[in-house]
């Protein structure tokens, strides 16, 4: 006896749709060109600092000369040799080091209580929030006349007290600016639990709340001690006896600015990009 088997009707094969091509414009090519331009823009007066570091100098009083007269590592060699110019870069480490480190903890203890608390548990909130906006947006000459009458009509001698009291007063708010977008999304409920476990207030904050907002709190260091070691203006009005990095080298202009000041600029420069990426790589390792 004969089976007949009829075949099973095979399924069709999908159609592969090939992806429709986008036709090629030159508007795609515009973002990164810009993009790439202000880079250029930006990055042209370092790239200047840094070559003319190793320019040869002509004359007999060494000075800043933007005519390529010949490479040379001298200025490198000779870095604490112009009259003045180290003492007052190391001013200005010591007076950037200070007001970093007392802007951080006073503007990070600011930021967590105004995230923390309420209106109706902090009175002026809205009054500290406001004040913090105006230190920011207010122009530095406008800071540095107020302060310079307030230390004049107080008697206080100008010098590296007032530029301390100056540099942390307005570093203070973009300290706290920056921690606290770093608060705004923190998980209370990390620290209610380490409450639970019986840890106090001060060891929650050390072991739970530090290290999480470590990262904003880095970011907001490192704006401080480039704003500290970069000012010029409030620094010109308050300093007196201390004369800080820009303020000399403002000074300097009037007779001729020594090519040291590109090789303080190129070390500034370079140690500020390794903090930068080291910042980065805290955050990435915190996130």
Same mark, same amino acid.
């Given at each position: 006896?004969?089976?007949?088997?009829?075949?099973?009707?095979?399924?069709?094969?999908?159609?592969?749709?090939?992806?429709?091509?986008?036709?090629?414009?030159w508007?795609?090519?515009?973002?990164?060109?810009?993009?790439?331009?202000?880079?250029?823009?930006?990055?042209?007066?370092?790239?200047?600092?840094?070559?003319?570091?190793?320019?040869?100098?002509?004359?007999?009083?060494?000075?800043?000369?933007?005519?390529?007269?010949?490479?040379?590592?001298?200025w490198?060699?000779?870095?604490?040799?112009?009259?003045?110019?180290?003492?007052?870069?190391?001013?200005?480490?010591?007076?950037?080091?200070?007001?970093?480190?007392?802007?951080?903890?006073?503007?990070? @203890?600011?930021?967590?209580?105004?995230?923390?608390?309420?209106?109706k548990?902090?009175?002026?909130?809205?009054?500290?929030?406001?004040?913090?906006?105006?230190?920011?947006?207010?122009?530095?000459?406008?800071?540095?006349?107020?302060?310079l009458? @307030?230390?004049?009509?107080?008697?206080?001698?100008?010098g590296?007290?007032?530029?301390?009291?100056?540099?942390?007063?307005?570093?203070?708010?973009?300290?706290?600016?920056?921690?606290?977008?770093?608060?705004?999304?923190?998980?209370?409920?990390?620290?209610?639990?380490?409450?639970?476990?019986?840890?106090?207030?001060?060891?929650?904050?050390?072991?739970?709340?530090?290290?999480?907002?470590?990262?904003?709190?880095?970011?907001?260091?490192?704006?401080?001690?480039? @704003?500290?070691?970069?000012?010029?203006?409030?620094?010109?009005?308050?300093?007196?006896?201390?004369?800080?990095?820009?303020?000399?080298?403002?000074?300097?202009?009037?007779?001729g600015?020594?090519?040291?000041?590109?090789?303080?600029?190129t070390?500034?420069?370079?140690?500020?990009? @390794?903090?930068?990426?080291?910042?980065?790589?805290?955050?990435?390792?915190?996130?």
């Open positions: 006896m004969s089976v007949l088997t009829e075949s099973a009707p095979t399924a069709a094969a999908p159609t592969v749709v090939p992806p429709e091509r986008r036709p090629r414009h508007g795609r090519f515009v973002l990164p060109t810009y993009s790439w331009l202000v880079i250029a823009y930006l990055v042209f007066p370092i790239a200047v600092m840094f070559v003319y570091s190793f320019n040869r100098s002509v004359g007999g009083v060494p000075q800043v000369s933007f005519s390529w007269n010949g490479f040379t590592t001298l490198y060699r000779e870095w604490n040799s112009a009259p003045g110019l180290s003492a007052s870069f190391w001013l200005s480490i010591r007076l950037a080091v200070i007001a970093t480190i007392v802007s951080a903890i006073l503007g990070t @203890l600011l930021a967590i209580a105004l995230v923390r608390y309420r209106p548990q902090f009175h002026g909130k809205g009054v500290i929030e406001q004040i913090l906006f105006i230190n920011i947006a207010a122009p530095e000459i406008v800071m540095g006349a107020s302060l009458g @307030l230390f004049v009509t107080f008697n206080i001698g100008r590296f007290l007032t530029l301390v009291l100056a540099h942390v007063m307005f570093c203070i708010a973009y300290v706290t600016v920056t921690v606290r977008a770093r608060l705004a999304g923190f998980d209370r409920s990390l620290e209610e639990a380490s409450y639970d476990l019986g840890a106090g207030p001060l060891t929650t904050f050390r072991r739970i709340t530090l290290p999480m907002i470590m990262p904003g709190v880095l970011a907001g260091a490192l704006m401080a001690f480039a @704003l500290s070691i970069d000012d010029f203006i409030t620094s010109n009005f308050v300093s007196g006896t201390s004369t800080p990095f820009p303020v000399l080298i403002y000074a300097s202009t009037r007779v600015i020594p090519p040291q000041v590109f090789v303080f600029g070390v500034i420069f370079s140690v500020g990009i @390794l903090l930068a990426l080291s910042s980065l790589v805290i955050g990435r390792k915190g996130t």
